[in-house]
């Protein structure tokens, strides 16, 4: 079946400019987790869906970020004001029911600030 | 909070020879743990995980890993690599509770196979 997609694969913008980041997960998959990955270093845990609501959203830097998942499906990654620091590849994941269950990737969104 | 501490940023290794990757995590309370690998211009892959039992885990393309508690380690293994697993390897836990179960992940460490 179909893995979990996210798109657009690359975004570049303009420091202060507005960015929505879109991921699609596996059908049927109700966890979705989004992570932040920049140049050599591991990903970092930004916010954890568990359907439609934002379960923990510990990881969030600060409040020119947010994200929905208004169906318990689709999420968006919405970012304000962003800023050269924002540059990282943004990664979503999702699992069956959150827990011990495996972790399924996209292929991640590569954003760049200018 | 958790930590993961990946002591190898970068392995150089030959072809055939046995590899292992170095992964310890700093709680001491029940955790699950995890490798994933990523290839170049790929997505993250899971390798294998270690949520209860056995504390020798197989996972795919012949890696394995053991869980030692009282160590707090969770070191990555295969006896003999090929060129093609030349990738980013990372080591995570999980933290939180219920179905909130995060991962914290290490830093990686870069394996190159040479011919």
């Known amino acids: 079946g179909a893995g979990v997609s996210q798109t657009p694969s690359n975004k570049v913008t303009e420091k202060g400019k507005y960015v929505e980041l879109r991921c699609d997960p596996i059908s049927g998959h109700t966890a979705l987790y989004w992570y932040r990955q920049s140049l050599g270093q591991g990903p970092e845990f930004l916010i954890y869906?568990?359907?439609?609501?934002?379960?923990?959203d510990s990881g969030l830097p600060n409040d020119r970020f947010f994200a929905v998942r208004p169906e318990g499906s689709v999420s968006t990654l919405k970012i304000q004001r962003t800023e050269r620091g924002d540059s990282a590849v943004y990664l979503c994941?999702?699992?069956?029911?959150?827990?011990?269950?495996?972790?399924?990737f996209g292929p991640g969104t590569r954003l760049t600030v200018l | 909070a958790q930590s993961v501490t990946q002591l190898d940023s970068q392995v150089p290794v030959f072809e055939e020879a046995p590899v292992e990757l170095r992964c310890n995590y700093s709680?001491?309370?029940?955790?699950?743990l995890f490798w994933y690998v990523q290839y170049p211009n790929q997505g993250l892959q899971l390798l294998l995980k270690?949520?209860?039992?056995s504390t020798l885990v197989k996972g795919i393309n012949g890696f394995e890993a053991e869980f030692n508690k009282s160590q707090t380690s969770f070191h990555l293994r295969k006896p003999s690599v090929h060129i093609s697993d030349t990738a980013e390897y990372f080591c995570?836990?999980?933290?939180?509770?219920?179905?909130?179960?995060?991962?914290?992940w290490g830093l990686g460490t870069s394996l190159a196979v040479n011919p």
């Open positions: 709680s001491s309370v029940s955790v699950y």
């Open positions: 869906f568990q359907g439609t609501g934002a379960a923990d």
């Open positions: 994941a999702s699992s069956l029911a959150g827990g011990p269950d495996t972790q399924y």
């Open positions: 270690y949520l209860s039992g």
């Open positions: 995570a836990v999980s933290e939180g509770a219920g179905n909130n179960r995060k991962l914290i």
